[in-house]
């Protein structure tokens, strides 16, 4: 971008949700109609908004979050996670709804269901004035957000210079209105498959398509080249959260004026190293972890 630095008080803002995630480990998931004894309780921070502000925060990402929480306990939690990162809250906002919530049950083979209250997160850019963004060099979104408030961000993102970095999870229809002020879309396998295809999101104006693989690693397409970058290896243990380190490095090496490619290698590493550690936040890693594994 031709844009000078000085010009962007942030390298990343992130427009998304915020959840306080309430985990039960069970030795078996309930049938309808059956209570069970937990044989563990947890409380994390979550939310694909505040998971990938703290992935770009760690990767060495000036971050800010723009979201909404309630007058509550786990608002003031969230808003606390968020700040101890070092990112910017000035435009979490409060609303008189309860703060999102999700909750998980996880059994002893690793299986879980959850149940998402969205709460506070139905708010996000609707609750106060006209959204406001503050000037980042990456705009970065999900879809646990109304998508009217994505469109708006998206349109403020493009007018203040920003590059715009989309994750569509968890689907939702988009239309090319929405989609044609994407720059980078980060589906993987499901989603892409749920959005039509690498084809026709490129077709709808996205300008570049970048669908995780998993342990396959990353392909990414434009509409006049096709890339793969490898896997990094590791021994996983848990893959939540993967999806949101590789998406937070992603859009920390573009803020810095990486190519595609560079960034995605760096974020591929940030993903396998987030399966290493179980957890969403506490297995997101550092700047200084990823360029070690890199540089090993």
Request: proline share 4%; hydrophobic share 45%; glycine share 10%.
């Amino acid at each position: 971008m031709s844009t000078t630095p000085k010009e962007f008080a942030f390298d990343v803002v992130v427009v998304g949700s915020a959840n306080l995630d309430l985990v039960a480990t069970l030795d078996h998931l309930p049938k309808p109609g059956e209570t069970i004894v937990a044989l563990g309780y947890a409380e994390h921070a979550g939310g694909k908004g505040v998971n990938q502000a703290v992935a770009c925060a760690r990767m060495g990402a000036r971050t800010a979050f723009v979201g909404c929480v309630g007058n509550d306990d786990a608002g003031v939690f969230l808003r606390g996670v968020l700040e101890n990162e070092g990112i910017d809250t000035t435009m979490l906002r409060v609303v008189d709804m309860p703060t999102g919530r999700a909750f998980i049950n996880v059994d002893s083979r690793g299986e879980n269901e959850i149940v998402v209250i969205s709460g506070a997160n139905t708010q996000v850019g609707i609750a106060h004035d006209a959204l406001v963004l503050p000037m980042a060099r990456v705009v970065l979104m999900q879809l646990e957000i109304p998508l009217t408030t994505v469109r708006n961000a998206l349109q403020l993102a493009r007018r203040n210079g920003a590059l715009t970095v989309l994750n569509p999870a968890p689907f939702k229809a988009l239309d090319a209105g929405v989609l044609s002020l994407v720059d980078v879309i980060v589906p993987n396998e499901t989603e892409s498959a749920a959005c039509g295809g690498t084809q026709a999101l490129l077709d709808a104006g996205v300008k570049t398509v970048l669908t995780t693989l998993g342990e396959r690693g990353v392909v990414i397409n434009t509409h006049t080249s096709a890339t793969s970058i490898a896997p990094h290896q590791v021994s996983a243990v848990d893959t939540v959260g993967a999806g949101d380190a590789f998406i937070g490095a992603l859009s920390a090496e573009l803020a810095r004026g990486a190519t595609i490619s560079d960034a995605a290698a760096v974020g591929a590493v940030a993903g396998a190293l987030a399966t290493t550690v179980r957890g969403a936040v506490p297995s997101l890693p550092t700047q200084f972890s990823v360029r070690s594994a890199i540089n090993k």
